[in-house]
């Protein structure tokens, strides 16, 4: 099969073979893992709570996954494994969200009746010296294609990051993890979000802290409501 120019230019910064199991990755749409890894994808939980996704035993409206969170929704593809873990951790080295992934980002958005009534898209800020030192912010790149699948606005620069918080540290709680968020972001412009219904967009949910966060700020400012959409949340199930 023939590869064009741009194929070209991809392949010299994708592997040849797949992250996962090594076979040829046969198509540069596919990223960084084999046509099989994609298919392989876990997806939800069959059993789910309908507020926030996570496996129960019977559907329930809320579940103790959720008890706390301050998100109204919360949205993802799949647990944080396989080709979305591995995609998500290459798009924190390079600004780069392939052909597939892509697609099923809008699948997943475009056929999430929750998000119907969505008015505004904010992806979840770096703080600036973050940014900066990264280049590009990558809740910002997949909140792009949500934003278009939706047909709604975009609004970088809303919800800014103001403290500088030093990187995840694995293994500090939770507990530890929210607190030293508090007040971590800001509203730029309470116009932009009152009486509106807001999403909020980030890579992957593992605490929460951060998108919980997100979300008590835009609702302080008087926002109608707040969910979120993340690529791949982990589940210890
Ligand atoms: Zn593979
Ligand atoms: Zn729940």
């Known amino acids: 099969m023939g590869r064009s120019f741009a194929d070209f230019v991809l392949s010299?910064?994708?592997?040849?073979?797949?992250?996962?199991c090594?076979?040829?990755?046969?198509?540069?749409?596919?990223?960084?893992?084999?046509?099989?890894?994609?298919?392989?994808?876990?997806?939800?939980?069959?059993?789910?709570?309908?507020?926030?996704?996570a496996p129960v035993n019977?559907?329930?409206?809320?579940?103790?996954?959720?008890?706390?969170?301050?998100?109204?929704r919360l949205r993802f593809l799949g647990p944080y494994a396989g080709a979305l873990r591995a995609h998500l951790l290459f798009l924190k080295r390079k600004p780069y969200v392939c052909r597939r992934?892509?697609?099923e980002i809008r699948k997943g958005v475009a056929t999430e009746?929750?998000?119907?009534?969505?008015?505004?898209?904010?992806p979840v800020p770096l703080h600036p010296r973050r940014q900066r030192e990264r280049g590009y912010n990558q809740a910002d790149l997949l909140a792009?294609?949500?934003?278009?699948?939706?047909?709604?606005?975009?609004?970088?620069?809303?919800?800014?990051?103001v403290l500088y918080t030093e990187p995840h540290r694995a293994g500090a709680d939770a507990w530890a993890r929210a607190r030293s968020l508090a007040r971590c972001f800001v509203v730029t412009s309470a116009e932009a979000v009152r009486e509106k219904v807001v999403l909020v967009v980030d890579d992957v949910y593992t605490t929460g802290a951060t998108l919980n966060e997100c979300a008590?700020?835009?609702r302080a400012a008087g926002a109608r409501a707040v969910y979120g959409f993340v690529v791949a949340r982990t589940l210890s199930s």
């Open 12 to 20: 010299v910064i994708f592997p040849s073979r797949c992250m996962l």
């Open 22 to 53: 090594g076979e040829p990755v046969e198509s540069l749409a596919d990223g960084i893992t084999c046509a099989a890894c994609w298919s392989a994808l876990a997806r939800l939980p069959a059993a789910r709570c309908a507020r926030c996704y």
């Open 58 to 72: 019977v559907p329930s409206e809320r579940c103790p996954a959720c008890r706390e969170m301050a998100l109204d």
């Open 101 to 103: 992934l892509r697609e």
């Open 113 to 122: 009746l929750t998000f119907r009534d969505v008015e505004l898209v904010l």
């Open 144 to 161: 792009e294609e949500i934003a278009c699948a939706l047909g709604r606005p975009l609004r970088r620069g809303v919800l800014r990051r």
């Open 216 to 218: 008590r700020t835009v």
